[in-house]
């Protein structure tokens, strides 16, 4: 982390960080003081506006919408346009991310990896992402994003279309996490937002 310039840890349930921790951390050990700890994943993200998970396995059918992960490399060129916190959760080291914690994400990243071996060590998965990040940070932002409130009125505005269209109930779940998958890959603007969300309040009115 502090290699490329990252300084806020948050880490759930992790194990005692002990002397040799800090040993290990050489010049970094102000990371680890100032690190913050939660017994839950929704305590830990709950004051951050836009949730990252990281995960080698993704989903070749694009009808499941859930494990549908975007390369690191086009991740890290959108992310720097984003307002507020932003927060990239990596797994445990054996398993990863549960499918449930993955469902509370705006998006999903995957580094390309050998399809004969997937899974990456933590630790160097962790420095793959966070120096892809770094090495983008640098370039002027080109459009102002949306916001933590404006992409929740979104989702809630799309979930209301699909009750004003009688849109099949089994499958509504999917569809809304197909319609945050997208939305968070397109990294919409302000004025993208507005234009959308006109289209939508417009339809839900003549549906009423």
Known sequence: MANFDFKNLIMINPCKLD??????????????????????????????DFLVATSSIDSENEKKHLRNSILINNFSKKIHDLEGNIGIIFGREDYGLYNNEISKCDMLVKIPTSEKYKSMNLSHAVSIVLYSLFIEKFKEKEKKQINKMEKEKLYTYFSELLNHINYPEHKKEKTQIMFKRLIARAMPSKWEYHSLMGVISKSIEKNK
């Open 19 to 48: 002397d040799e921790c800090y040993a290990r951390a050489m010049h970094a050990q102000n990371i680890l003081k100032n690190s913050k700890t939660y017994k839950s994943f929704k305590q830990a993200t709950k004051n951050i």
